[in-house]
């Protein structure tokens, strides 16, 4: 574990140097990630200027859910941006490079495509939830277990996103073309997590929970946070549970990677 931190803080340092030769460049790509993501979040709140709710979920609450699916989210984004571009690393012959190393792929993957960028968009999920706090007084509305659950909560999201980054990555070694599908995974149901559950017909909430379980990243947790009964009548453990789900997640990303990797045949060039 020490020496895979080691190689990953060596290549993220390489790619900080790299991002810094242009100092002009990296401000207004961080303005940049950090405008377009409050949009989002003004368009949400927009909502309520004429409905006094979502699904029974007033701005404060939201505003939680939006803070524990975004900052995993951020996070995994910032760390392991590599993922996203694989297709560049096996339509160029690079991933051969990395295979003559002796650590892991993944790690380097991670490591090279470390973006900076992201913290825009990570400095703007930290300020919606200054606002939660602020809403939904949780600092003398949170118990120590509350803050253990958050903080559980965000492992279990950050397991999820990588675990996902690692699928839509293993796709690349059958089809090139797996952007699409990892912005679909990514991209879109974080937009849909940010509402409650309930609003969903039952085949989303069902898709949500079982084939893209998102919802166990931020909606079950939030549920025991807000002290609310979940309505399709689930335990209240199950948020406790959650990340678990997530975990179960990273380990299929893990073991299609693997089985990816086995496949891969060089190009040659």
Known sequence: MASAARVYLALG????????????????????????TIVDFIGLSFFFIHFPDI????????ALLYVLVNLPFALAHTLGDGFEDFRRYVQLGELDRLLLRPRAVALQVAGDGLALRQLG????????????WRWLDLGARWSAADWLLAGWAMLGGLAFYFGVFLLSATVCFW????????????????EMAVYPMPIFGRWLRRTFTYLVPLAFVNYYPAL??????????????TGWAAPLVCLVVLGLGRAAWGAGLRRYQSTGS
């Open 13 to 36: 340092a390489a790619q900080v140097r790299a991002q810094m030769q242009y100092r002009l460049g990296f401000l207004l790509s961080l303005v940049t990630a950090f405008a377009a």
């Open 55 to 62: 699904g029974g979920w007033h701005l404060p609450e939201v």
């Open 121 to 132: 968009r990570l400095a703007q999920v930290l300020v919606v939830a200054a606002l939660a």
């Open 175 to 190: 089809t090139v073309e797996s952007i699409e599908l990892a912005n679909i995974v990514t991209y879109g149901s974080t």
């Open 224 to 237: 025991i946070l807000l002290d609310r009964p979940d309505p399709t009548g689930l335990p209240s453990w």
